[in-house]
């Protein structure tokens, strides 16, 4: 399903799941984005089978035929979309928690609140506490994430600028990626890097600039019996752990306080101890918390936050 196809079903679902009366075709026409801009003809055709399609998946659109409008009208009662209670053991709900947490900033997400929009501004009430159901979120502040999840789930070949660890150098690499992973908070794109002919494991926070699309979708075969967790994991037990130092404003950086050790000043600032073993993944957790941060040591660690933030201002 392509992703205009999959925008346009989920803000037909938000659409009919937030309003508080049944809608007509041509009001929802108005409301969802993906149908505005088909004619009569077209609109109609996508509608029934978007309508079909969201019911052969167990999603309950159903039609209210009130007497006294000519059009029939569309809803999605949030009693009928609800999944009943599902009982589940402390190790499947971790896993369920701990999947909920990846998806923290889809851009889907940004699609269901502008059908929000549409559908206030055009005057429907909408139920904003039955839509919180749909929220899709992603915890990962790397901005290459959305790109390269992209990539592996079209099975795209992807090109990026990237700094290997402890040089200033950008080269450019041409990867078929197999998957993306976490491991210890940082982000990993596991593929075949087309430059070096071989397997290769790459930092999300060491990407710079955009991710782009290289040829057609379909192209990346993901090779049997590979376990790209582990080729991550051998990977990143090779890098060195360092401490850096980071002064803090005191009562902000609750993060830096939970993960470091901290040294309580009486200046109004407090000093941070945080093991890490990649420059650029620090940067991209302290860069967050603005004037309420300052890496003190090591240089390449302050260096990279410099950089970063110096990219910001850009």
């Known amino acids: 399903m392509s992703r205009r196809k999959t925008e346009r079903l989920l803000n037909l679902v938000i659409c009919l799941l937030a309003t508080r009366r049944p809608l007509s075709a041509e009001q929802i026409r108005h409301a969802v984005p993906g149908y505005d801009a088909a004619n009569d003809e077209a609109f109609q055709r996508m509608f029934e089978r978007d309508k079909n399609e969201l019911r052969e998946i167990g999603i309950p659109v159903e039609v209210h035929k009130d007497p006294w409008d000519d059009e029939p009208g569309y809803r999605i009662m949030p009693q009928a979309y609800e999944l009943p209670e599902i009982p589940l053991e402390p190790d499947e709900a971790a896993v369920l928690g701990l999947a909920a947490q990846v998806w923290q900033r889809a851009n889907l997400a940004e699609a269901a609140s502008g059908a929000l929009l549409k559908l206030r501004a055009g005057g429907v009430e909408t139920d ?25 789930r079209d099975r795209r070949v992807v090109r990026f600028d990237y700094r290997a660890a402890g040089s200033e150098v950008l080269l450019t690499r041409t990867v078929e990626p197999w998957g993306v992973v976490s491991r210890r908070g940082r982000w990993y794109v596991v593929g075949h890097d087309r430059e070096r002919d071989a397997p290769r494991v790459f930092r999300l926070s060491r990407i710079t ?22 080729m991550v994991g051998s990977r990143d037990s ?16 609750q993060w830096l306080r939970q993960v ?28 967050g918390f603005g004037a309420d941060a300052e890496v003190i040591d090591p240089p390449d660690a302050r260096d990279a936050v410099i950089r970063r933030l110096k990219g910001a201002v850009a």
Do not use: K, Y
Not at 209 to 230: A, M, N
Not at 241 to 252: H, K, P, S
Not at 270 to 282: I, K, N
């Open 209 to 230: 600039g955009p991710v782009v699309p290289v040829g057609r979708p379909g192209v990346v075969t993901v090779p049997e019996g590979v376990d790209i967790r582990s």
């Open 260 to 287: 470091g050790t901290v040294e309580q000043g009486d200046d109004g600032w407090d000093v941070v101890r945080v093991d890490f073993s990649d420059a650029e993944w620090l940067a991209g957790s302290v860069v």
């Open 128 to 152: 904003d506490a039955a839509v919180g159901q749909l929220e899709l979120r992603v915890d990962t502040r790397d901005p290459a994430f959305p790109a390269l999840w992209e990539a592996v």
């Open 238 to 253: 090779l890098l060195p752990e360092r401490a850096a130092t980071i002064r803090v404003r005191q009562g902000t950086c």
